[in-house]
């Protein structure tokens, strides 16, 4: 890789929760000419925890990866991707979007990943919490998720598979028909 290339760096951040942890974390990111292309970040009981995308010059790698090493309180890992390209498309996936919601218990996230890979679905994007349920204090998850699958893939098919782990879950898969081109 020549010295003026572009990569692209992914960055993990977790450490105690305060004021001024993004800020810190963008500061030494533009410092060393990082461009802060996508994030997800979140409060975790009471921990902050972030993934960063960014994109650099080469030359830059290795200074950004030191500053890092030494911002207090946040334990920082990095991995360099293939593409600087967050909206890199795949020809001919579909795009879905799963919504779902049951009575909370172990293993449930373990149980909906493993139909989701049984039926060759991807996830791009998972958000999950918990929440006590309307008129009673039963605990309820809820997961949402981006997924993406070839065009061949039988919904109805992967819905029913879902719908099968319990008899208190209640899914809602949509699908953009839209294919990815």
């Not at 782990?165 to 028909?177: F, H, Q, Y």
Request: net charge negative.
């Amino acid at each position: 890789m020549s010295p003026n290339s572009s990569i692209s760096l992914v960055l993990t951040a977790i450490g105690d929760d305060r004021p001024g942890l993004v800020e810190q974390l963008a500061r030494v990111i533009s410092d060393h000419q990082g461009n802060w292309l996508e994030s997800s970040m979140s409060h975790l009981s009471g921990k902050f925890a972030g993934i960063v995308c960014v994109s650099l010059g080469a030359d830059q790698l290795e200074a950004l990866k030191a500053a890092l090493a030494k911002l207090p309180g946040l334990h920082i890992t990095s991995e360099e991707s293939e593409t600087t390209d967050s909206g890199e498309s795949r020809v001919g996936e579909r795009r879905l979007k799963l919504s779902l919601v049951g009575h909370d218990r172990i293993g449930i996230v373990r149980e909906v990943s493993q139909v989701l890979a049984r039926h060759a679905v991807n996830v791009e994007d998972l958000n999950t919490y918990i929440a006590s349920a309307p008129m009673s204090a039963a605990i309820l998850f809820h997961a949402d998720a981006e997924l993406t699958a070839s065009p061949a893939l039988d919904v109805r098919a992967l819905t029913r598979d879902l719908e099968h782990l319990s008899n208190d879950l209640m899914v809602d898969i949509t699908l953009n028909e839209t294919l990815r081109t």
